[in-house]
């Protein structure tokens, strides 16, 4: 699929804000890795990366330590550059999910994710409707029911660029309640902190995002839940009363997922060597127990059946924004 040529905006975020706990200093023989983090803290593919490098460093699955580093940036773009710059280098892994798929896009890349080395799929979760405490809509039918009555008038928000999940979502979920998707007012934010502010803040009304960020103001009642769009409702004691769109009689099921790559132009030894670890830190006890605790489905997959989906992950995006007439 031909991507846009590469702007300008790119080239700005490879000077992005880069974060980094731990420092360690590693030659080629080390054992201590870098995972790279394509948001900011607290994000998304940060729980799902710092989890996974935790649970791998309490193991002593690699048999050294980790470097994360947070890459702010074009919704993930930044982040992959980096990963694409360190070419053969054997050290370093990438949390990865369909946000940096729709950036790659959005934000005219030449990378897709499978120019650099596949490693796994870990998770996927489902995708929540946020609304302040104070909102009018009380279902996700009051929701459904204004938006459909004036599109443009229903400001909504979510914590991905275009292309990402959490502009998939609410595109999607347009189109099966009769909204033509290109009505939609969307507001893009960078990752949950901003979307947070801007829903308590009064700039958006709805927000649509995976609901792991948001497990504080949910609890405290800043923020209630309308809806989720996974098969079945969440296991977390705050959200066991929130029904899936399904059971609200909207036929849609949405799921966001996360994965871990490496650069390109390593060795298949060292790939396999990589896969290995993730397989040894899946199969721990501590992360079914972190799965639960976040309300993340168990989606591993690695070799060519992760590769397959992919392909398939750059299909579903380029296809979504090829209809809203975005590349």
């Keep these: 699929m031909p991507r846009r040529p590469t702007v300008p905006a790119l080239c700005v975020c490879l000077l992005a804000l880069t974060l980094?706990?731990?420092?360690?200093?590693?030659?080629?023989?080390?054992?201590?890795?870098v995972m790279l983090i394509p948001n900011s803290p607290g994000g998304g593919y940060d729980q799902t990366g710092r989890a996974a490098v935790q649970v791998m460093e309490d193991g002593d699955v690699t048999g050294g330590s980790f470097n994360v580093r947070n890459i702010v940036g074009a919704g993930g773009s930044a982040a992959m550059a980096e990963l694409m710059g360190r070419q053969g280098d054997e050290h370093t892994m990438m949390t990865v999910g369909l946000g940096v798929v729709g950036s790659l896009y959005s934000f005219?890349?030449?990378?897709?994710?499978?120019?650099?080395?596949?490693l796994a799929q870990l998770i996927t979760e489902p995708e929540g409707i946020l609304v302040p405490s104070e909102s009018p809509y009380q279902t996700v039918a009051d929701f459904a029911?204004?938006?459909?009555?004036?599109?443009g008038g229903v400001?909504?928000?979510?914590?991905?660029?275009?292309?990402?999940?959490?502009?998939?979502?609410?595109?999607?979920?347009?189109?099966?309640?009769?909204?033509?998707?290109?009505?939609?007012?969307?507001?893009?934010?960078?990752?949950?902190?901003?979307?947070?502010?801007?829903l308590l803040g009064d700039k958006i009304q709805v927000g649509f995002s995976g609901l792991a960020e948001f497990e504080?103001?949910?609890?405290?009642?800043?923020?209630?839940?309308?809806?989720v769009s996974g098969e079945e409702r969440q296991p977390q004691e705050a959200l066991a009363d929130v029904p899936t769109l399904t059971e609200s009689d909207i036929d849609l099921t949405f799921l966001n997922w996360r994965g871990v790559l490496?650069?390109?132009?390593?060795?298949?030894?060292r790939r396999d060597e990589l896969v290995g670890f993730l397989q040894e830190m899946h199969d721990s006890e501590q992360w079914q127990e972190v799965l639960e605790t976040n309300?993340?489905?168990?989606?591993?997959?690695?070799?060519?059946?992760?590769?397959?989906?992919?392909?398939?992950?750059?299909?579903?995006?380029?296809?979504?924004?090829?209809?809203?007439?975005?590349?």
């Design 262 to 269: 490496a650069p390109p132009g390593i060795s298949d030894e």
């Design 108 to 118: 005219g890349s030449d990378f897709s994710l499978q120019d650099a080395t596949p």
């Design 145 to 151: 029911d204004a938006w459909v009555a004036d599109p």
């Design 155 to 198: 400001v909504v928000g979510g914590g991905s660029s275009p292309g990402g999940p959490d502009f998939l979502f609410p595109m999607q979920l347009a189109d099966v309640l009769g909204i033509d998707p290109n009505d939609v007012n969307y507001v893009s934010y960078d990752g949950g902190g901003p979307l947070t502010s801007a």
């Design 295 to 327: 309300g993340w489905t168990d989606a591993f997959r690695t070799g060519d059946d992760f590769e397959q989906f992919l392909i398939e992950q750059d299909e579903r995006v380029s296809g979504t924004l090829e209809e809203l007439n975005l590349i």
């Design 20 to 33: 980094t706990a731990c420092g360690v200093t590693r030659g080629d023989e080390s054992r201590d890795l």
């Design 216 to 227: 504080g103001q949910i609890s405290s009642g800043e923020l209630r839940v309308l809806a």
